[in-house]
């Protein structure tokens, strides 16, 4: 029965990054396409890696979260002024992400590619953060908020609590409402003043 909130929250994900992507395509986001494109490595290796060790339904949400970015970052290549212009800096953060799953390869042991994983995806989000922390107009709250709802549903349907059940589902949560912060920090302060 719990598997269905699973369910629900991966198809609240799925509405999220289609939300994201509508408010590209009206000029109101614009993604970092280093970000998108290493989000949705990382997770998919992590889903893998899980799967190699036996999480079942856990799993989903770790599934979702790479391929909402996927989604999110083929579309950013259907519309031409739908990304953010990308710097040296966001290069090194993808090569730092990519040098993880390498690594991650290299080790060929599950709970050390979640580790790389996690590494990746972190690195990866670093630009975004900036980008969401300076110019928080640039980007939508609302996929990151189902972001930090989303991976919750690895806990409710967890079996073992091994480390490759809730690793990741915990650096989502963790990511998810660092980005809300970033974007929302500025209306916060306008809110309390």
Known sequence: ?????????????LVAAFV????????????NRVTWFMWSIA??????????????WAVVPVFMSGLSPFLILIASFLHKKAYWKLSSF?????ILSILALVLW???????????????SDATAAVPTLI?????????????FIVGI???????????????????????????NVLLVFSITKKKSINFMN
Do not use: Q
Not at 43 to 56: D, H, K, N, R
Not at 149 to 175: D, Q
């Open 105 to 119: 390869y290299l080790t060929r042991e599950p709970n050390l590619a979640i580790i790389f994983a996690i590494i």
């Open 43 to 56: 997770p998919f290796i992590a889903t893998a890696a899980s799967l190699s060790s036996g999480v079942s």
């Open 1 to 13: 029965m719990l598997e269905y909130l699973v369910l629900i929250a991966a198809f609240a994900s």
């Open 20 to 31: 994201y992507i509508h408010a590209m395509f009206k000029g109101e986001t614009k993604p």
């Open 131 to 143: 980008k969401a922390w300076r110019n928080p107009e640039t980007e939508s709250a609302w996929p």
């Open 149 to 175: 709802f989303s991976p919750l549903t690895s806990f409710i349907v967890a079996t073992t609590w091994m480390f490759s059940e809730i690793a990741f589902p915990i650096y989502l949560v963790s990511i």
């Open 90 to 94: 966001d290069y090194l953060c993808g």
